[in-house]
């Protein structure tokens, strides 16, 4: 062993941290977002590390770490919690937070005393479910400095109201309604657009129509700016061995091709396959988890 000190490997220089201008150059110049939700430090800091652009502390904890069976019971104050967790261990991911049920539809002020909260416990931007009636809420809060997700599909915090989880928009007219709501969510300032449970072709469109919303998709093809899973499902953890998972959904954990009874990758290295896969285009597969 030698007695003189040898020069450490240059370490390669750190992301920048995103923003929302940034973001939006991202995918102004064709770069897939990659967005997984997260709960808690722990798994801020390895998603992060593992090159996720954005971290979503959905309101999915309901159903992932609290054990219900939708995500109506959880509150802000358990969602601030959560949020603030996040933000420790997160370092270039951009934060968003959603807005749970029952703290702003009532009125716009209601949104934003409940996007305060949020975003004082560490969120960039916050969430909200709904159509074109949200339009007024959405330009109240960008216009007082909170940027704006905005949620279309598949709603789940009306799950009774649409009749279960199911296809959003099949139909000419249902998808007019929704590429008229997104028109007025676009116009109202949101930044962002999830698209939950959508036909690939309408995901497409509206990401094609409206350049100025950056599209997410989950369970909408291909088409859109960037994707987003729930991390337990991502990690092939919901639903138990046998049970039948989301078509929109596949376990990163599990290289293709491979034998069940193969050993299955780290959580590290199965959030990087996924940003990997989500950058390269290769996930989703508009064959196998399109609709």
């Given at each position: 062993m030698s007695v003189h000190p040898q020069p450490a490997p240059e370490a390669s220089a750190p992301r920048p941290a995103w923003n929302l201008p940034r973001l939006r150059e991202a995918a102004a110049r064709g770069e897939?977002?990659?967005?997984?939700?997260?709960?808690?430090?722990?798994?801020?800091?390895?998603?992060?590390?593992?090159?996720?652009?954005?971290?979503?502390?959905?309101?999915?904890?309901?159903?992932?770490?609290?054990?219900?069976?939708?995500?109506?019971?959880?509150?802000?104050?358990?969602?601030?919690?959560?949020?603030?967790?996040?933000?420790?261990?997160?370092?270039?991911?951009?934060?968003?937070?959603?807005?749970?049920?029952?703290?702003?539809?009532?009125?716009?002020?209601?949104?934003?005393?409940?996007?305060?909260?949020?975003?004082?416990?560490g969120a960039q931007m916050v969430k909200l479910e709904g159509g074109g009636y949200t339009a007024e809420?959405?330009?109240?809060?960008?216009?007082?400095?909170?940027?704006?997700?905005?949620?279309?599909?598949l709603t789940p915090q009306r799950v009774h109201a649409i009749g279960g989880y199911r296809v959003q928009g099949r139909d000419d007219a249902a998808a007019q309604v929704l590429l008229d709501d997104a028109t007025a969510l676009a116009q109202a300032g949101a930044a962002f657009l999830v698209l939950e449970l959508v036909p690939s072709a309408l995901a497409r469109r509206i990401t094609q129509q409206l350049p100025q919303?950056?599209?997410?998709?989950?369970?909408?093809?291909?088409?859109?700016?960037?994707?987003?899973?729930?991390?337990?499902?991502?990690?092939?953890?919901?639903?138990?061995?046998?049970?039948?998972?989301?078509?929109?959904?596949?376990?990163?954990?599990?290289?293709p091709g491979t034998p069940p009874e193969a050993p299955g990758l780290s959580v590290p290295q199965a959030v990087a396959a996924y940003v990997k896969a989500v950058k390269d285009g290769s996930f989703p597969d508009e064959a196998v988890h399109g609709y």
């Open positions: 897939k977002l990659a967005m997984l939700t997260c709960y808690d430090a722990t798994f801020a800091r390895v998603l992060d590390e593992a090159g996720a652009d954005i971290l979503l502390v959905g309101d999915s904890l309901g159903n992932v770490i609290q054990g219900e069976s939708s995500t109506l019971p959880v509150t802000l104050e358990q969602m601030a919690y959560h949020t603030r967790a996040v933000a420790q261990g997160k370092r270039q991911a951009f934060l968003i937070t959603d807005l749970p049920f029952g703290t702003y539809e009532s009125s716009p002020q209601q949104a934003l005393a409940s996007a305060v909260a949020l975003m004082r416990a809420t959405v330009r109240f809060l960008v216009e007082r400095g909170i940027p704006v997700c905005a949620h279309l599909g919303l950056m599209t997410i998709g989950i369970g909408a093809g291909a088409g859109t700016t960037g994707q987003v899973l729930v991390m337990h499902d991502m990690l092939g953890l919901t639903g138990g061995a046998h049970a039948k998972r989301p078509r929109f959904v596949r376990d990163f954990t599990r290289v």
